[in-house]
């Protein structure tokens, strides 16, 4: 690790991400800590870094609802019309987590938490890195999100190995987060989307 890892080169994040590294990367709520899902270790050094429990979940961020399909054992009626109204954007889907998700995403359950960003590089960042990143927020648990890369970087417990700068993240909320695996769906959080109108879309015939 170098004291200042900053780059805009979306390929050198990606080799990073590759051989099992660790980043700071940004997207259209906050910026967030990105680790492969091929390496295990990499992801539960996302913990480590975040000082984040681990019974809680990390998401993954895709770059296509076709990732989200295969990173889901059943993407019922009622995420696919969310996926289609709300995607790429600012909502969290949790669903049924397909075989092969890593143990270390779910933290002992079989849910996971999907989402489609609506950021250009970060979406570039994920195709290179084979559609699919685990993803959580670039902020020591307990303290604000993160909107720099600045913030990011100077909020985790640890350095990470590397930082995509970006500028300022354009959502400076969190995204919305809603559970399809329950009926009727349960909103978890509400950020960026309105509860109400992600609802109202679940209502639909």
């Given at each position: 690790?170098?004291?200042?890892?900053?780059?805009?080169?979306?390929?050198?994040?990606?080799?990073?991400?590759?051989?099992?590294?660790?980043?700071?990367?940004?997207?259209?709520?906050?910026?967030?800590?990105?680790?492969?899902?091929?390496?295990?270790?990499?992801?539960?050094?996302?913990?480590?870094?975040?000082?984040?429990?681990?019974?809680?979940?990390?998401?993954?961020?895709?770059?296509?609802?076709?990732?989200?399909?295969?990173?889901?054992?059943?993407?019922?009626?009622?995420?696919?019309?969310?996926?289609?109204?709300?995607?790429?954007?600012?909502?969290?889907?949790?669903?049924q987590a397909a075989r092969g998700v890593p143990e270390?995403?779910?933290?002992?359950?079989?849910?996971?938490?999907?989402?489609?960003?609506?950021?250009?590089?970060?979406?570039?960042?994920?195709?290179?890195?084979?559609?699919a990143l685990a993803v959580t927020s670039a902020n020591?648990?307990?303290?604000?999100?993160?909107?720099?890369?600045?913030?990011?970087?100077?909020?985790?417990?640890?350095?990470?190995?590397?930082?995509?700068?970006?500028?300022?993240?354009?959502?400076?909320?969190?995204?919305?987060?809603?559970?399809?695996?329950?009926?009727?769906?349960?909103?978890?959080?509400?950020?960026?989307?309105?509860?109400?109108?992600?609802?109202?879309?679940?209502?639909?015939?």
């Open positions: 690790m170098t004291d200042r890892p900053f780059t805009s080169d979306i390929h050198r994040v990606a080799h990073t991400l590759a051989r099992g590294g660790v980043a700071v990367v940004p997207t259209d709520t906050v910026y967030g800590l990105a680790a492969s899902l091929e390496h295990s270790d990499a992801i539960e050094q996302l913990y480590d870094l975040k000082g984040r429990p681990h019974d809680k979940p990390i998401p993954i961020l895709v770059a296509s609802s076709e990732e989200a399909k295969r990173l889901s054992s059943n993407l019922s009626s009622v995420a696919c019309r969310l996926v289609r109204a709300f995607w790429p954007g600012p909502l969290t889907i949790v669903v270390a995403c779910l933290s002992g359950g079989r849910t996971v938490g999907l989402r489609m960003p609506d950021h250009g590089a970060l979406l570039s960042l994920l195709a290179a890195c084979g559609g020591s648990s307990g303290d604000p999100e993160t909107v720099t890369a600045s913030d990011a970087f100077a909020s985790l417990n640890e350095l990470p190995d590397i930082v995509l700068d970006c500028g300022i993240a354009p959502g400076r909320r969190p995204s919305t987060v809603i559970d399809t695996t329950t009926f009727p769906p349960t909103v978890l959080r509400e950020g960026t989307l309105d509860a109400d109108l992600v609802l109202a879309v679940t209502e639909r015939s």
